[in-house]
């Protein structure tokens, strides 16, 4: 190991001083061969050409080609010096004093500009780096504020879970009790008048509505398995449409259909779905109140729309591979408040007096929606009323938590 | 026993006024004679005295629930062959293993269940008996 060293440091010294004389030996000879030509206009023509080539390099922070200009600089100076030397020209001091006193200040100058622009650019890579820190807090304090959200949801739906499971044997016994009893009444030819029968039916229809609320929220705290097949999407619109049809009629709401015709099967959980669009259905009838317009759309579109459910339209001529649906449910109603959007999906929100809203609508859509690996959003539209939207893969992905063994389906 | 053509139920449920209504209800079809019983425990003792043609079954029970009791009734080679009705209230079917309308096997409703169903259903499996 030890040869090396020592024959570099007797090989290094030599070596470079040869490359070194050689080097200077250029300019050298170039000065004492063109020192002859070198009068005071030259050199003046040559400073004039020089010095903004430097000052531009310098300020282009180009080194090697500032170094070289100042090497040419130095090289005019000692060329002009040299042919006094040699007598081609007469000593013009206060000239020579001129030129080296404007090269010294270009010099001081130059430095002056270095510093200003390391400054400028020191400042500026702060800036930059307070602003990626203040963009890195923005963002880890949103990821934050998100992951909090969804831990009180998540909190919220695991004490609804608990809750439900206790509330449901406690209040479906009595509820046994209510129905078995109302039933024998009407059985037994028990209801002497009118008005008794219709108190029996009114108090009936009321165990059946308690037994509903109960088990939508079973159903939402504890969802079963997914039961996924293929469907024909508008089959199930229409079946859907078919439930709320009394619902629809009873007031003037017109219903339009814009159903996509030749839509490839969708593999989804049929009952759940329906759930989804029937909530979605009763929000919008329910919304108008009386009179306006509902209108159901169905067309294909594609996954990648999934990120932006609402600015779909736009990117709908450039879909490439069209593996999802879209259902549309437009509204003509009121639509929904600025400050109250956010809280649509919470269970349990509701505008709704009591009686005629649980707020389990959304939240449960949301749900089933998101089992799916789907999306539901909720926009008010810019000509009034509501635009809710689901998307859905014609084959979702298989890591939702449903699981479509045949034998786990649950009877209904 | 006075007529031959009632059905026997026995009916095992915690809470007394669900069955008393539904004894009354069941009774008043003038299609079944009906045995009540509250305490999970006395079921089998129950179904031994009283031989009915259905055996309707509540799931949670305090003191016993209603799958095991069904096993012991399966067991039993006096009673294995009548058939069980479960009755629940939890409709969360992933929490008691159901599927395919039956539990271990069993049919189950729902409570709280339509009259006019568990007779449909009551004489649908003591029909073939
Ligand atoms: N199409 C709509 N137009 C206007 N407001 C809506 C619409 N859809 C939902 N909302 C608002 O969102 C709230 C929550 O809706 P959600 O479906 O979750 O519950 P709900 O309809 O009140 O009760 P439920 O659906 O359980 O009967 C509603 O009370 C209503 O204020
Ligand atoms: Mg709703």
């Keep these: ?118 400054s400028a650019a020191a400042r500026q890579t702060t800036r930059q780096e307070l602003e990626r820190a203040y963009e890195a807090l923005q963002r880890s304090h949103a990821e934050l504020q998100a992951a909090q959200l969804q831990l009180i949801q998540a909190e919220k739906l695991e004490s609804v879970g608990r809750l439900a499971a206790g509330v449901a044997h406690e209040v479906k016994n009595p509820l046994m009790t209510l129905l078995a009893g109302i039933q024998y009444l009407q059985k037994q030819g028990l209801a002497t008048n009118a008005d008794v029968e219709g108190l029996l039916v009114d108090m009936s229809t009321a165990v059946k509505r308690a037994d509903f609320v109960i088990r939508e929220l079973l159903n939402f705290s504890s969802p079963h398995p997914l039961d996924m097949k293929a469907n024909d999407l508008n089959d199930v619109v229409e079946r859907t449409l078919g439930l709320v049809k009394h619902e629809v009629d009873r007031v003037r709401i017109t219903v339009v259909r814009e159903l996509g015709e030749g839509l490839p099967p969708v593999t989804f959980d049929a009952y759940r779905i329906q759930q989804v669009f029937l909530n979605l259905i009763m929000n919008a009838a329910q ?66 007096p009591t009686g005629q809203g649980t707020g389990l609508g959304l939240s449960v859509a949301l749900q089933i929606v998101e089992m799916h690996g789907g999306k539901l959003s909720i926009v008010n539209r810019a000509e009034g009323g509501v635009r809710a939207t689901v998307l859905l893969r014609l084959q979702p992905e298989q890591d939702t938590h449903g699981d479509d063994r045949e034998e786990t389906r649950p009877a209904r | 026993m006075e007529t031959t053509a009632k059905k026997r139920v026995l009916l095992v449920d915690d809470e007394p006024t669900i069955t008393r209504t539904v004894k009354l209800y069941l ?40 799958g095991t009791i069904a096993a012991d009734i399966k067991a039993d080679p006096d009673l294995k062959d009548t058939p069980i009705l479960f009755l629940t209230a939890l409709v969360s079917q992933s929490e008691v293993g159901a599927h395919r ?29």
């Design chain 1, 1 to 118: 190991m030890q040869p090396i060293p020592s024959q570099v440091m007797r090989t290094l010294p030599a070596r470079a001083l040869a490359l070194s004389a050689a080097a200077l030996a250029v300019p050298i000879l170039g000065i004492v061969f063109f020192s002859e030509s070198l009068d005071r206009y030259s050199v003046l023509l040559w400073t004039l050409a020089l010095v903004p080539a430097f000052l531009l390099a310098y300020y282009r922070s180009w080194p090697w080609v500032s170094l070289a200009l100042a090497a040419g600089m130095a090289l005019l100076i000692a060329g002009y010096l040299v042919a006094i030397v040699r007598g081609f020209e007469a000593p013009d001091w206060p000239f020579l004093v001129f030129v080296v006193s404007a090269y010294i200040a270009i010099a001081l100058g130059a430095g002056w500009i270095g510093e200003l622009r390391e």
């Design chain 1, 287 to 352: 919304a108008m109140d009386g009179s306006g317009t509902l209108t159901v759309r169905t067309r294909l579109t594609s996954a990648s729309a999934l990120g932006t459910a609402a600015g779909n339209r736009a990117t709908g001529a450039v879909m490439s591979n069209l593996d999802a649906v879209l259902i549309e449910v437009d509204d003509t109603g009121p639509g929904i408040p600025a400050d109250k959007l956010p809280k649509i999906y919470d269970p349990f929100f509701t505008t709704k």
């Design chain 2, 27 to 66: 009774e008043g079809t003038g299609a079944f004679e009906v045995r009540t019983e509250n305490q999970g425990k006395q079921a089998i003792p129950a179904a031994r005295e009283f031989r009915p043609q259905v055996i309707v079954l509540d799931i949670v029970m305090p003191d016993a629930d209603g």
């Design chain 2, 101 to 129: 309308g039956k539990i271990g096997g069993h049919p189950f409703l729902a409570k709280p269940v339509d009259m006019d169903k568990l007779v449909d259903t009551l004489n649908a499996l003591a029909g073939g008996h």
